[in-house]
């Protein structure tokens, strides 16, 4: 990192040695000169700032011993240490929410996943934009030691088949907007038995995605708001992250609690 800074600073004197030898005068010329020279100089500065030791593990705060390295015990952990500090906050959901407010309403939806049927090592799709659900549902699987497999609302056609094939998910989280995607590739998707709307499910006709049974996400919370209390290790599956498929179609790759951590 400091050769880079090194390398950047070198560029500013080759670009003012050029315009002092090789550029003829003129305004068009010296404008366009005195940009390159401040362009370098921002790269210089930034790569500097780089160079600077950084705040890293294990050396940033609080730090958990080994076998605290599970998101639901830091969740947890924090709702009693920082019930009251601000935990969560979405542009369009208004007030933060605080880490007692979060734990409680992950755990009020992880109870209604454990009552649905999801435990331990099962693979839920969460093919959704960013948004405060997301968050809240992806806490409130983990609580309960089930895999987060997130599609990108991008996907469709056989990208979206072939994520969704290889989870080996089969539950799946999605939007009603993002509902007509699903619906061409579901019939392909054998092990996919049910899916969980954020609005709209009273609306959607009977048989839409075929086999595919349609629920909606308000069904999955309860008023147990109490913890879980599922054991988990640092070693247990966490979440399956696709690759972005540039090279041809996107490979799952398994993430641990404690990568997360």
């Known amino acids: ?107 009020r939806i992880a109870h209604g996943l454990i009552a649905a049927g999801i435990g331990k090592g099962d693979k839920v799709v969460l093919y959704m934009p960013n948004s405060l659900e997301f968050v809240l549902i992806w806490f409130a699987l983990t609580k309960v030691g089930a895999v987060e497999v997130p599609v990108g609302e991008m996907q469709k056609g056989a990208f979206l088949e072939h994520q969704l094939k290889v989870s080996q998910a089969r539950t799946i989280i999605t939007t009603a907007d993002l509902l007509p995607r ?36 308000s069904d999955l919370e309860t008023t147990n708001d109490s913890n879980p209390g599922i054991a988990l290790t640092p070693e247990d599956e966490a979440a399956v992250l696709y690759t972005s498929g540039t090279t041809g179609m996107s490979k799952g790759v398994l993430m641990l609690h404690s990568h997360f951590y």
Request: aromatic share 6%.
């Open 1 to 107: 990192r400091r050769s880079l800074a090194g390398s950047a600073a070198i560029s500013i004197k080759n670009v003012i040695l050029y315009k002092e030898f090789h550029l003829p005068n003129g305004p068009g010329v010296a404008t366009s000169v005195e940009r390159a020279e401040g362009c370098a100089r921002s790269v210089a500065l930034t790569l500097e700032a780089i160079a600077r030791p950084m705040l890293t593990y294990p050396h940033f705060q609080p730090h958990f011993p080994r076998e605290m390295w599970v998101l639901p015990k830091i969740l947890e952990h924090q709702a009693v240490a920082r019930a009251d500090r601000p935990c969560l906050s979405w542009t369009d959901a208004g007030k933060a929410m605080t880490f007692a407010d979060v734990n409680a309403k992950v755990n």
């Open 182 to 217: 699903l619906t061409e590739v579901a019939g392909n998707v054998e092990r996919l038995k049910r899916c969980y709307l954020l609005s709209g499910a009273d609306k959607v006709a009977k048989g839409v995605l075929g086999k595919v049974e349609v629920r909606a996400v």
